[in-house]
């Protein structure tokens, strides 16, 4: 099982996505962030944390459920409902620019359900996407705007991003095709 | 990270994966890891009631029959609420009470909509089993909005969630519920979830409302109002039926006020924190004095808000895969 970021090299792609993010939209006044549930929520306040050390300003921080906006809700012939976990989002995200975060961005397909909604809450002037890895094979026309890494694959492979607050350890593991699907 | 997750600060039992039932039809089938997913599933259906968008896509295209052969205001308009919330295709037909009453005409009524193919119809009727027949014969998912006075799951599911909102456990609360123990659905369903959940269960009322056999279902019964209501987390008030009961259990309304209506006073036995619950309509002056009603230990009015979410997580849990439970 191939580690293809390590803690430290997780930390600082972190780092460097803040400053991009800093950089891109010249501060942090009218951001906020949404991570999607549930790596993108540790992931977005991971980031917060170091925005604040950059700039000194507090980042809004969200977090959303897309469960019930996934377009394979109720396809299933068989099998039971996904879990719904609370979508806690509380500040208006009117006229903010959100910065919307995931762990690994693969076909595109929870993306076009957290935009919908994103939408639900309020008109943005803009959502920018942030995702740790980029694994490819989109099926949507969905583009990340920050990327901590490109990790091509196959799609039999499966893509594990494990974390402190939920794993005990920070990585990211590539894991082989019998492992089927995440 | 108190905010992280929510869900895991309920003190319940672990969540089941999933609700492995193609209908609900009483708390009896739900084991007590399917009672904390539909609590925990709740409490994300809670937020969505707060946006100011209330709706979300979870169940577009399915359409939802609420079938109510007894007049209902609450629990019909919170089921409509519920359904429009996850963008379900509803429709209510409401018909007289007295009309129809024979398994005959209930089946043939449920087969007339099953040929529209509705997914899920909620069923409130007179007779009890009425949920458990239908469900013999219908392919959509069957959820019972009261069958006669056997269960009504949704309600001591709102029950529950609302006693963990404000309490964060069930395991080892006093729960007085103090009334027609008799007639009641919503007692019998409460009982049933109480007990599951690990609660301390004591039920009140007049010798000639409570049934004979209630303490098999691992509950203390009693008619001192003032045992009940000793050192209680919560105290539940049932309803007396007016137009059932006046002569025929005990001798005036006045006189069951008198011994068993809830009042300040009587209150003052009970927890300073008690909860106080009654699922609705309310007699007040027979077994709740309005200054308990609307005082500030009444969670009455969440009672009635939490029943959206509820039955929200209900519908959304159910209209899910079509994995039948082992037939039982």
Not at chain 2, 57 to 63: I, Q, S
Not at chain 2, 120 to 137: D, E, K, N, Y
Not at chain 2, 157 to 184: C, N, P, Q, Y
């Amino acid at each position: 099982m191939p580690v293809v970021m390590d803690a430290d090299r997780i930390a600082r792609t972190l780092t460097r996505i803040a400053h991009e993010i800093v950089e891109r939209n010249k501060g942090v006044e009218d951001v906020a962030l949404v991570g999607i549930r549930t790596r993108g929520v540790h992931l977005a306040r991971r980031l917060a944390r170091t925005l604040k050390e950059i700039t000194g300003d507090d980042v809004p921080t969200g977090a959303l459920d897309i469960t019930l906006y996934r377009d394979d809700l109720m396809r299933h012939d068989v099998g039971p409902q996904p879990l719904v976990r609370r979508t806690e989002i509380p500040f208006s995200i009117e006229k903010r620019r959100i910065l919307l975060v995931d762990d690994v961005l693969y076909t595109g397909r929870t993306i076009r359900a957290a935009l919908d909604a994103l939408i639900d809450f309020g008109r943005p002037r803009a959502i920018q996407l942030i995702v740790l890895v980029d694994r490819g094979h989109r099926e949507l026309p969905i583009k990340a705007d920050y990327v901590g890494k490109n990790l091509p694959t196959s799609p039999g492979e499966s893509v594990q991003v494990r974390l402190q607050e939920t794993d005990a350890l920070d990585e990211v593991v590539l894991e082989p095709e019998q492992e089927g699907a995440a | 990270m108190s905010t992280e997750a929510p869900e895991q600060g309920m003190g319940l039992p672990p969540a089941t994966s999933a609700l492995r039932h193609k209908d609900l039809l009483g708390i009896d089938q739900l084991s007590a890891g399917e009672i904390a997913l539909v609590l925990e599933t709740a409490v994300a259906m809670k937020e969505i009631g707060s946006r100011s968008i209330k709706k979300v896509p979870a169940l577009r295209g399915k359409t939802v029959v609420n079938l109510f052969f007894e007049p209902s205001t609450r629990t019909r308009t919170s089921f409509e609420i519920a359904e429009k919330r996850l963008s379900a295709d509803t429709l209510s037909i409401a018909i007289a009470s007295s009309s129809v009453v024979k398994g005959e005409t209930l089946i043939d009524t449920a087969r007339n909509l099953e040929a529209m193919n509705p997914d899920m119809i909620v069923l409130r009727h007179a007779s009890s089993g009425a949920c458990h027949l239908l469900s013999r014969f219908c392919r959509s998912a069957i959820i019972n909005a009261g069958d006669g006075m056997h269960e009504h799951p949704t309600q001591a599911l709102l029950d529950a969630f609302t006693i963990v909102e404000r309490r964060k456990r069930l395991a080892g609360l006093k729960v007085a519920i103090i009334g027609d123990l008799l007639h009641s659905r919503v007692l019998r369903s409460n009982i049933l979830l109480l007990t599951k959940m690990g609660a301390d269960v004591w039920v009140c009322g007049p010798p000639t409302l409570i049934p004979t056999d209630v303490t098999r279902f691992g509950v203390r019964a009693t008619s001192r109002v003032d045992e009940a209501v000793r050192d209680a987390d919560v105290v539940m008030l049932l309803r007396i039926q007016l137009e059932r009961m006046e002569g025929a259990f005990f001798p005036s309304l006045r006189e069951y006020f008198e011994v068993f209506g809830m009042t300040e006073a009587r209150l003052a036995l009970a927890r300073p924190d008690v909860l106080i619950m009654h699922p609705g309509p309310m007699n007040r002056g027979v077994e709740i004095a309005s200054e308990v009603a609307d005082g500030p230990r009444s969670v009455i009015l969440d009672q009635v808000a939490n029943g959206v979410a509820v039955r929200m997580a209900v519908l959304y849990l159910l209209a899910g895969g079509v994995e039948h439970e082992e037939a039982a």
